[in-house]
């Protein structure tokens, strides 16, 4: 008969009154209440979870499920987001499960100088995000020019001038939004702690129009938030075309360090 197995969303350091404060009320994956484990400093947010769903097994097949896996992404991310608003969190990486309890607070254990140092690397920061975008070009561009006579009658040859117009258009527009990252960089040395580059996001994953050039972190120190944000938007400015989002802030996803992300298979 199929049990129970241990979902682990983030290591944090323990406080007497996190689990109250933070998880009093809380629901994560599969609709299970949050509890902590403890071991020592150190403590862990973990849930019970069926290993009908959870099994190595059962976690490959739900790959291939985007519904099962946006749900639980979204309520991994609820329990992490509700413990960063009280203390500092290292976020584990996605259905990271154990056999129980027991095993979880051996891993604290076992790791616990790792742990605390990256817990303490991260302290007082949060994870912001930078995307900068090629805005989609019109549909139908004007022609660059009027067309020569002998363009006039020949239509493939107009169509090729104006498709080497747009692609020159579209050049010079990424250059110019990479200039836009290279001074982005440069405005916000000295204010993010670190920077992490991501690969641009293609498809229903860009969101809004355009064309993904950078998707980048950055750790930030708190009381410097607001400093950042107008660097980067100083950054960008006078590049027509060129769209710039900050997101945050995050729990510091990004930097959570190799290995602590490693995913533990049942055991």
Not at 199 to 204: A, I, K, M, V
Request: proline share 6%; charged share 25%.
């Amino acid at each position: 008969m199929a049990g129970n197995l241990c979902y682990a969303y983030a290591v944090v350091p323990f406080s007497p009154s996190l689990e109250r404060a933070a998880l009093g009320g809380v629901h994560g994956v599969a609709d299970r209440p949050v509890a902590l484990v403890r071991s020592g400093e150190l403590a862990a947010a973990v849930s019970s979870v069926p290993e009908t769903d959870f099994s190595q097994a059962a976690l490959e097949a739900h790959l291939e499920d985007l519904d099962w896996l946006e749900r639980t992404a979204r309520a991994h991310h609820a329990v992490v987001e509700s413990l960063a608003a009280r203390t500092t969190v290292l976020p584990l990486r996605l259905a990271t499960v154990y056999l129980d309890d027991t095993r979880v607070a051996r891993v604290l254990e076992e790791g616990q100088e790792a742990f605390a140092g990256l817990l303490a690397r991260l302290t007082g920061h949060a994870e912001w995000g930078v995307k900068v975008y090629v805005e989609a070009a019109p549909s139908a561009p004007a022609a660059p020019a009027a067309a020569a006579p002998a363009e006039a009658a020949d239509p493939g040859r107009a169509y090729l001038r104006q498709r080497r117009h747009q692609h020159q258009v579209r050049r010079d527009a990424w250059r110019t939004a990479e200039e836009v990252v290279r001074r982005i960089d440069a405005e916000v040395r000295g204010l993010a702690s670190e920077r992490a580059r991501h690969r641009p996001q293609r498809g229903r994953l860009a969101g809004t129009g355009g064309e993904n050039v950078a998707n980048d972190a950055y750790l930030v120190p708190h009381e410097l938030a607001g400093e950042f944000r107008r660097h980067v938007h100083r950054a960008a400015e006078g590049s027509p075309g060129i769209r710039v989002d900050i997101t945050g802030p995050w729990a510091p996803y990004s930097f959570a360090g190799p290995g602590v992300q490693e995913g533990a298979a049942p055991g």
